[in-house]
């Protein structure tokens, strides 16, 4: 069985196929664009479309929540700026660099998980990400010390980066062209 992201092309094949037979087969008069236009969407409104599917509200909730958790962790440092300067005895400079070093590397995490998203399997890379995400919050939360933080911020960085590219294609994936921008909306 086909995944959902190849199913969408077929329509289409068949679309420009039919106006072009009835370019072919016009002869000396040719139609013009609306009347190929009208064949392409007749052959369209003869095409099945599968009943709503009760399990279609899970991957907008579950890509969501991913989602969410990636902008919980954008505002943990600043919501927390006194506790930790008090706890760790550290400055203004150490608490930037918190948010400077996690930025810096999840942008450049991005960049390779965009192609990474592309080569593997999608919904494991996820699993991945999150499981690096969760374990970075955890440790965190633990940290003695400014050092043991920064690494714990860097891994959260990394980790929090390949959820945007991932997200985006499993969105690709799962849904069709024209209900994409809505459901990515949605999430």
Not at 35 to 55: F, H, K, L, Q, T
Not at 110 to 134: E, F, M, P, Q
Request: with cysteine.
């Amino acid at each position: 069985r086909c995944p959902p992201r190849y199913l969408e092309h077929v329509p289409a094949a068949a679309e420009y196929a039919s106006a072009a037979e009835c370019l072919k087969d016009s002869g000396p008069s040719r139609p013009t664009i609306d009347s190929a236009a009208r064949v392409a969407r007749d052959r369209r409104s003869r095409i099945a479309i599968p009943a709503a599917d009760p399990n279609r509200p899970k991957p907008i909730v579950l890509l969501a929540l991913v989602v969410g958790l990636q902008s919980a962790d954008a505002g943990t440092v600043g919501a927390l700026v006194v506790p930790l300067k008090k706890s760790l005895h550290i400055d203004d400079i150490q608490v930037g660099l918190l948010v400077t070093v996690s930025t810096c590397v999840g942008a450049v995490a991005t960049l390779l998980a965009g192609a990474l998203a592309d080569r593997t399997v999608r919904i494991r890379l996820l699993w991945i990400a999150l499981l690096l995400c969760s374990t970075a919050m955890a440790l965190s939360a633990a940290a003695p010390s400014f050092g043991w933080l920064l690494a714990c911020r860097v891994g959260l960085g990394a980790g929090m980066a390949v959820s945007g590219p991932v997200v985006a294609s499993l969105i690709g994936d799962y849904f069709r062209p024209g209900e994409r921008g809505r459901v990515y909306g949605l999430v």
